[in-house]
């Protein structure tokens, strides 16, 4: 860790992307939760986001579309628009192929307490197997279809429905400055091409993969410009217009709803409400810890960091004790993708960042979680 310059503050280091350092080493992502923190009036803001749930009220068969994974954001967005405004939304699941049984009851569990329609996707196992591979080997990102699918599929839903209000749950400004929150961040085709498709689209995904069609990738594309127009489409986070805080988030909907939490590769305990959708998580952020030097739990902790809950040393034990174990998990990976692990790290190598180099003789293995046997491993690449 010491080979890396990082944040005076938080524990996010010079690998991170968008991050910038000013004259007293402090990042622009822990500058931006003090402009959230002392200039944004939030009393303002929610009556912004009043006046626009109003447009829309009323004038279609629903008045927004809310995409759900059933994690911790999606959950508080969806119950905050219900409880809060009073709205008849339209859930939209794009379901990425790797949910964990528990995620799977709390969506159970809190789609029937709300009391909402639900359409939910999920893609041919079989492309998302080749879009994983490739966009791995490309950009040392597996997660592709997954970026793709959750922005580009509910945008899909608004035009073919006619719904043209959609809303999100957490903004980018909270963890990686993409935008600011001295900004108007809208979801929409800039910031979808900006960071969410790795810069690769549908239809470059086409032309890497031999065999696959354009209707193949008609999950993971933007909708065209002029169809959005037709619509009206608005698309924004809840989160520029509320305080974001997911901790205290996740208690309320765990004690309303009954949201439980899980554990997570790589992860603290006492952040058991983070990412606990996907089997192949600990994969992801192993793989950040390979190319960038860090993983989850220096996320989370410089989250706990900027938010007063925790010290710098404090997270600093942390990051040493959980951050960059292979995680079980990638055993399931490798047999999801049909590569072995010595192809994968030779993939991960070339995508590291400078300055920072693995040390890979050092990297412990960590334990499998408790539903690690529940994931199908009956599934082998086919090829066609």
């Known amino acids: 860790m010491s080979e890396l310059r990082r944040c005076s503050r938080c524990m996010i280091p010079e690998t991170h992307e968008t991050i910038t350092f000013d004259e007293e080493g402090v990042c622009n992502i822990c500058r931006q939760h003090e402009f959230k923190r002392e200039v944004i009036d939030w009393a303002q803001r929610k009556e912004e986001f009043r006046a626009l749930v109003e447009q829309y009220r009323g004038k279609y068969s629903h008045d927004c579309i809310v995409p759900f994974s059933g994690g911790k954001d999606s959950t508080f967005t969806l119950y905050h628009l219900m409880t809060e405004y009073k709205v008849k939304p339209l859930v939209v699941q794009f379901d990425h192929g790797f949910m964990r049984p528990r995620t799977l009851e709390n969506n159970v569990r809190t789609l029937k307490k709300l009391g909402v329609d639900v359409l939910s996707f999920r893609p041919d196992w079989n492309v998302v197997q080749r879009l994983m591979l490739e966009s791995l080997k490309r950009k040392g990102d597996f997660c592709w279809h997954c970026h793709t699918g959750i922005f580009a599929y509910p945008m899909q839903i608004a035009v073919k429905f006619n719904i043209p209000f959609l809303v999100w749950g957490e903004p980018s400004a909270e963890y990686t400055s993409y935008y600011g929150y001295d900004e108007k961040e809208e979801v929409d085709e800039r910031r979808f091409n900006r960071f969410v498709n790795l810069g690769i689209t549908a239809d470059d995904m086409q032309g890497m993969i031999p065999g696959l069609t354009a209707r193949d990738l008609e999950p993971f594309r933007y909708p065209p410009l002029k169809e959005l ?19 205290k988030q996740s208690e309320l909907i765990a004690r309303e709803l009954g949201w439980e939490g899980n554990e997570v590769e790589g992860v603290p305990p006492e952040y058991s409400f983070e990412k606990i959708e996907c089997f192949m998580q600990g994969v992801r952020d192993y793989l950040k810890y390979l190319k960038r030097g860090y993983g989850r739990t220096a996320h989370l ?45 030779e993939i991960a190598m070339s995508h590291v960042v400078s300055p920072w180099k693995p040390e890979l003789a050092d990297i412990e293995y960590g334990k499998p979680l408790h539903d690690h046997g529940q994931f199908n491993r009956t599934i082998p690449l086919i090829e066609i």
């Open 301 to 345: 902790t410089s989250l706990d960091i900027r938010h007063g809950r925790m010290t710098r040393e404090q997270a600093d034990a942390l990051v040493r004790q959980f951050d960059g174990k292979r995680p079980a998990s990638l055993e399931l990976f490798l047999e999801a993708v049909g590569i072995d692990e010595e192809t994968f790290m």
């Open 229 to 247: 127009r037709r619509v009206g489409v608005r698309s924004v986070c809840l989160g520029s217009y509320i305080p974001w805080d997911t901790k």
